[in-house]
């Protein structure tokens, strides 16, 4: 720890610090700091922060030192009273417990059963679609991951009750959005944003009852696996429910953010789809695909490698310091705030050529890159549990997709985002169905 110096500040304003630039336009603003140094602090109004953009100090973080730091002020803030009980919000044992109990339904072996249905449901979904048909297209995607979320490692048929996870998850949205000026009040304040939020948790834990109360520790779903852990004293009935509400959000509005960035870049790249389009059809000969042909399906795997590269669902994952640590030679306290921001890495002109550019080629070429320039499912014993189900489902719906419709997607440009807790468009994004 001797030697070691504080982190450099780069630029503020008084009273405002770095809140100001973000607020206005947070995308640049974080890119921006990230010239100064690989660790900077940053001062926002009521709390303090550090953004890491060295990909071996992110990797120290999350995995080989990860001992040392643990859940950020910021991910307890963002799931207290929807899923106080659940893997995302715990720390510790009772994290490790949490996810001991959740593991079994995210093995591959089972993952990949529930390839077929994916696709099945995907190609159901399109199937409606008609050429000039003008589509919201993140309502679109949203309700179509949510239904294959449901079909398949829920085990339950969503269809009429969209309603009530989609309310829960934008009242999330809206409630962590990092721009709300009542951002940093207590829980208890009753801002119209808190109201709207508690409102949906309740009606989401209302649904969640109803779903449990149908369904048994036999079952072959997630919801089978979580109460036969309860049945072996394993988990709470309460750490049950809460796990169920995480996985009903954070298992659809990450993939169904994906899918639209999908579409709107093989919008404006034809030539990316017709290559895609030509592999479908030579792999999959008019089937529907399932998790046999994922490894075929390259040039659908790089569309989406790409997509997560440019769009982040996660912009940034962050971790608290839970003693003094050294980082990359800068002194940081216990109980620093650290964050990883994907979003910066992802566009780091340090490790990709042309870093603004949506190319999926790039992913053709050896690439001599530190592993965490390109993180999108985190690392490390907390990395997304979903990821083996999200780029199964991501591959086979884009392939079922592309292979039944083509789309021509408008939106109000630049694309902008909402910085919350996934990187959601913050305008309306239409597509128009073309003729195949
Ligand atoms: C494109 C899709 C997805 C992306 C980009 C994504 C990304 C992430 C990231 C960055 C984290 C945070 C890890 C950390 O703090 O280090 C995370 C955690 C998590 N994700 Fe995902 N995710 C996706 C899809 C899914 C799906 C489909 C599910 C479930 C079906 C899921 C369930 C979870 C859960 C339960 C956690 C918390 C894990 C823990 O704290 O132990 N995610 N995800």
Redesign the pocket.
């Known amino acids: 720890m001797s030697g070691a110096k504080r982190p450099p500040s780069p630029g503020g304003v008084p009273l405002m610090g770095h809140g100001l630039a973000f607020a206005r336009d947070p995308w640049s603003a974080m890119r921006e700091w990230a010239t100064e140094d690989d660790v900077v602090a940053l001062e926002f109004p009521g709390r303090s922060m550090y953004m890491v953009t060295d990909p071996h100090l992110i990797e120290r973080m ?1 995995v080989s030192d990860q001992a040392q730091f643990t ?1 950020s002020r910021a ?1 307890r803030q963002t799931f207290a009273g929807i899923e106080d009980d ?3 919000a715990t720390e510790g044992e009772r ?1 490790k417990r ?2 001991r109990a ?1 593991q079994p339904a ?1 093995e591959w072996s089972g993952v990949r059963g529930y390839g077929d249905r994916m696709a099945e449901r995907t190609a159901a979904h399109v199937a409606d679609w008609e050429p000039g048909d003008r589509l919201d297209l993140w309502a679109e995607m949203r309700q179509l ?1 949510l239904h294959i ?1 449901g079909d398949t ?1 829920l085990g339950v048929d969503l269809t009429g009750d969209e309603a009530v996870v989609h309310e829960a998850a934008d009242a999330l949205v809206a409630k962590t959005d990092f721009r709300r000026p009542g951002q940093l009040l207590p829980d208890w304040v009753p801002t119209p944003t808190q109201r709207r939020f508690d409102r949906a948790v309740g009606d989401l834990d209302d649904y969640i009852s109803a779903v449990i109360a149908d369904s048994g520790p036999g079952d072959a779903t ?1 919801v089978g696996v979580l109460l036969a852990a309860h049945e072996r004293d394993e988990i709470s009935m309460a750490e049950v429910q809460d ?1 169920l509400a ?2 009903l959000l ?3 509005d ?2 169904a ?2 899918l639209t960035y999908a579409w709107y870049e093989l919008s404006r790249h034809p030539e990316t789809r017709e290559r895609l389009v030509a592999e479908v059809e030579e792999v999959l000969d008019g089937d529907l695909p399932g998790a046999d042909d994922f490894d075929d399906l390259e040039r659908v795997q790089n569309v989406v490698r790409e997509t ?1 590269r440019l769009y ?3 912009f940034a ?3 608290e310091a839970t003693e003094a640590v050294t980082l990359g030679g800068y002194a940081l306290p216990a109980g620093a705030q650290v964050m990883a921001p ?1 979003w910066v890495l992802h566009r780091d002109e340090r490790f990709w050529d042309d870093p603004d550019t949506f190319d999926p080629t790039r992913w053709e070429r050896d690439a001599d890159r530190p592993e965490y320039a390109y ?13 083996r ?3 199964l ?2 591959v086979l719906a884009l392939a079922t997709m592309v292979d039944r419709v083509d789309l021509d997607v408008s939106v109000d440009e630049p694309l902008t985002f909402t910085p919350s807790l996934s990187l959601r468009p913050e305008s309306d994004v239409f597509a128009t169905v073309r003729e195949v």
């Open positions: 999350l859940l991910q659940a893997v995302t994290w949490l996810r959740l995210f991951t979320l490692l997630v796990n995480a996985l954070a298992g659809h990450s993939s953010v994906t997560l982040p669902p996660a994952t962050s971790r994907q993180f999108p499912f985190s690392g490390g014993p907390r990395h997304c549990i979903g990821m189900f999200a780029r489902e991501l």
